[in-house]
């Protein structure tokens, strides 16, 4: 019996926290559809007669952010004033982009339009909710048209597989992805670079990933579990746009964002791994992450 309630008791720390963003989550698409329904709403999802219930739900998951995370956004100045991509590490749970969008939108009122994997547009009863937020499939041409619209775009390369197999060496999981940087020559905007602090100490994927790497390659669905909800320090940083330039290839681009050399002859694998290098433990520890909550001094 003792044997039987610790292990109920440590799969319920470990998996309840992830639940619970579930649960908010679906929690706020009730509360738009509510919305709607009273006030009779049958405007874009985009439009602004929405920024009143996008103000509440920002609000409540800025708080959320505050409480549990401590959560720190840094370098918002780096930030076009017109359109640009912005580009990302992924964690196990992307709650940490979900913080940002919140305080990106009640600190300037922006939108940013996020890129989501093909599965996310399958999970029920969240249309409304990805529409109002800004969640978008992420082709080219829907890409390109959001940026002409003034619209900042986001995309996580390593998408899904980042999120999955890598760990708490935050290892760049983007293979040959460049659309990305194509997009941002041909649309003539900045790349920016964003990463957020210890986000693999707050959420983790299981070790054992052979079957679940097999079985995300046959079906391209998330079937790992993550797990772990632990109250870490997050702080996220937004880096220096990389400015388009007309003479650099897509393969130059990706090269720069992702390592970090500020050279353009190499541009893009660079900001995002300069970042982590910059501000992150590696391998990630949970305790050092958890002690950074009282750590007034680092920025």
């Not at 679906?26 to 103000?55: G, M």
């Not at 998951?61 to 956004?73: P, Q, V």
């Not at 939108?105 to 800004?134: E, M, N, Q, Y």
Request: glycine content about 6%.
């Amino acid at each position: 019996l003792i044997i039987a309630s610790l292990t109920i008791s440590t799969i319920l720390v470990f998996f309840i926290v992830p639940l619970t963003i579930v649960f908010f989550i679906y929690l706020s698409s009730i509360l738009l559809l509510i919305y709607q329904r009273n006030n009779e709403v049958k405007a874009d999802p985009l439009s602004d007669v929405w920024d009143s219930v996008r103000k509440t739900i920002a609000s409540f998951w800025d708080i959320y952010a505050r409480i549990w995370h401590g959560y720190e956004l840094h370098g918002v100045e780096n930030l076009p004033e017109g359109p640009g991509i912005l580009v990302y590490y992924h964690g196990a749970i992307p709650i940490d982009y979900l913080y940002f969008l919140s305080r990106l939108f009640l600190w300037k009122k922006r939108i940013c339009l996020s890129v989501a994997d093909h599965f996310v547009f399958r999970l029920p009863g969240l249309k409304l909710l990805l529409g109002v937020t800004g969640v978008i499939p992420g082709s080219r041409e829907e890409c390109l048209l959001a940026l002409k619209n003034g619209y900042l775009v986001s995309i996580s390369p390593g998408g899904v597989r980042e999120a999955l197999f890598s760990d708490e060496s935050y290892q760049l999981m983007w293979g040959n992805r460049k659309g990305f940087a194509q997009v941002a020559l041909e649309a003539k905007v900045p790349i920016i670079p964003m990463y957020t602090q210890n986000v693999r100490e707050g959420y983790r994927m299981f070790k054992e990933r052979r079957f679940f790497r097999q079985l995300y390659e046959s079906t391209r669905l998330p079937f790992t579990p993550p797990y772990g909800g632990l109250p870490v320090k997050f702080r996220t940083y937004i880096g220096k746009p990389i400015p388009y330039d007309p003479n650099i290839t897509a393969e130059e681009l990706v090269e720069k964002v992702c390592k970090g050399k500020f050279l353009f002859s190499f541009q893009t694998k660079t900001a995002v791994q300069a970042l982590i290098s910059k501000h992150q433990t590696i391998p990630g520890n949970i305790w050092k992450a958890l002690l950074e909550r009282f750590d007034k001094r680092r920025k």
